[in-house]
């Protein structure tokens, strides 16, 4: 906190009236219904601003860290969702368990009757064999069996291709032999795309809405305006009324999800890997450059023929709102925060089309310079020097890429997590890394994007 801020009031209950008018405030604090895994700032200011806006609270959880809880329980859980001029109060969140603390309070609460929604945002890697949550789902429906209760719902909202699946597999997986044919036969588990830019808050975010709104608030998050929900019809008993909510509710969301998890996610990985070792700090630094922005749409095009998007999603249109999106200064989106964990993100964003492409003998050059930038991201250094921490949960292996471009690339293409057999065997797709990685390591990451302009 800075010398201003500690002069001021926290946000809580107890100061909700001093607010400046204009700032939107809950109108009551809804009784619980939802559960949220990983309440980090994308579920505060993606599905908790939903929730509100329906009249039901949630408890969340954190599996790792209590620096959430920590934040919002002195705020007796209110929290401001920043979106460019615009501040809202949010009520929805009632209270933060500490899975670590009080593991049995998550299982309790998972298993209450009140409770008929759970989502999760627990990130890519919270689906790998042996994360938690899967397990304390297991546990929570079998209890509700136990009880005669209805399961609930489990919403995955992690950028994951078929992530409703992948949870309902992690869920059976993690069941006793008991309990696991109920929760195939009544269980739920929807496929879901979730869509809005969530930069991760820093100490002068949280600095310039004090000045605003005479109220420091440490849990506060801000966001683009643009925010998007489509969820699969599939719910295993009470819901609240999503669509009145914005949320749109399909048969079939994979179309929409691939669409979003190849161009949005796509690209960001990219900007991300290019973008961080060209020392380029932020999204809308990158496609602000014109040869920035030829590269994001060279990728697209080579992205694009990959997809069956939904009749009502014009991807012409999509493409120019997601540049847009991207170019949002006010944003501050660190290339780094997007750089995290991509070793759980490369497979669907940009090897899924990959693979497509090869298999019709089609060109990947740019979706080959993105992931040749993961691969030369491994080494934890950018063109000009600087050292970085690659955060990955394979970060040990990956740091052992050493040698020529060639070399790298085979240790890159042994990792069975990563490239799919098929793909790692795919001579054209050795050959293009190897390419685009001698170019990264002769030319830097700026020449290699601006090599995309002088093509065409
Ligand atoms: C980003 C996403 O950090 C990342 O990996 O690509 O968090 C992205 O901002 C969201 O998926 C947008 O909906």
């Given amino acids: 906190m800075t010398k201003g801020e500690a002069r001021l009031p926290r ?35 993606h599905q908790a601003p939903v929730f509100e ?7 969340g959880a954190s599996f790792r860290a209590p620096a ?23 009520g ?23 409770t008929a929604i759970v989502t999760l945002t627990i990130t890519e890697k919270g689906y790998l064999p042996g994360a938690p949550a899967a397990g304390f789902l297991a546990q929570g429906l079998a209890l509700r069996r136990a009880r005669g209760l209805a399961p609930f719902t489990a919403i995955s909202c992690d950028n994951l291709a078929g992530n409703g699946s992948r949870l309902r597999d992690a869920v059976l997986a993690a069941s006793d032999p008991a309990a696991r044919d109920w929760i195939a036969a ?35 998050v801000k966001a683009e305006p643009f925010t998007q929900w489509v969820i699969e019809d599939r719910f295993a008993g009470e819901r609240p009324d999503f669509a009145a909510a914005g949320v749109t509710l399909t048969a079939d969301v994979g179309p929409w999800e691939e669409a979003k998890l190849r161009l949005l996610n796509g690209a960001h990985s990219a900007i991300a890997y290019l973008g961080g070792l060209a ?13 920035g922005r030829r590269f994001v749409e060279a990728l697209w095009d080579e992205t694009a023929p990959t997809l069956s998007p939904p009749p009502e999603l014009d991807l012409a249109g999509y493409r120019a709102a997601l540049l847009d999106r991207f170019a949002n200064a006010a944003l501050a989106h660190r290339t ?29 050059e740019a979706l080959a310079l993105a992931v040749a930038g ?8 950018t063109d000009a020097g600087e050292r970085f921490i690659v955060d990955d949960p394979l970060a040990e292996r990956t740091r052992g890429f050493a040698g020529s471009p060639a070399a790298r690339v085979d240790a890159a293409l042994a990792l069975r997590q990563v490239f799919p057999p098929a793909l790692a065997a795919n001579p054209a797709f050795r050959d293009a890394l190897v390419r685009q990685l001698t170019k990264l390591s002769e030319q830097g990451a700026a020449a290699a994007v601006e090599s995309f302009s002088a093509q065409e």
Avoid: C
């Avoid at 500490?98 to 609460?109: C, D, I, Y």
């Avoid at 020392?279 to 040869?291: D, K, L, S, T």
């Avoid at 993961?374 to 250094?381: F, K, P, S, V, Y």
């Fill in 186 to 220: 009544h269980g739920a588990f929807p496929q879901t795309m979730v869509d809005r830019i969530v930069p991760a808050t820093d100490a002068a975010d949280i600095e310039a809405l004090a000045a605003r709104i005479g109220l420091v608030d440490l849990a506060m």
């Fill in 92 to 114: 929805a969140v009632r209270d933060v368990i500490v899975v670590p603390e009080n593991p049995q309070a998550l299982v309790a609460t998972l298993a209450a009757p009140e």
């Fill in 279 to 291: 020392g380029v700090e932020h999204v809308h630094q990158f496609v602000a450059a014109p040869a």
């Fill in 336 to 364: 780094r925060q997007i750089a995290m964990d991509g070793s759980q993100k490369l497979p669907q964003r940009l090897l899924a089309p990959i693979a497509e492409r090869l298999a019709r003998g089609e060109a990947i």
């Fill in 53 to 59: 806006e329906l009249g039901w609270g949630i408890v």
């Fill in 68 to 90: 959430v809880r920590d934040a919002m329980a002195p705020q007796d859980w209110l929290y401001s969702l920043v979106v460019g001029d615009q501040v809202q109060v949010i």
């Fill in 11 to 45: 946000l809580s209950a107890a100061t909700l009236n001093r607010l400046p008018a204009w700032v939107e405030r809950p109108a009551t604090r809804p009784a619980p219904r939802v559960v949220h895994l990983g309440i980090g700032a994308f579920h505060r200011a």
């Fill in 374 to 381: 993961w691969i030369a991201w491994q080494a934890g250094r």
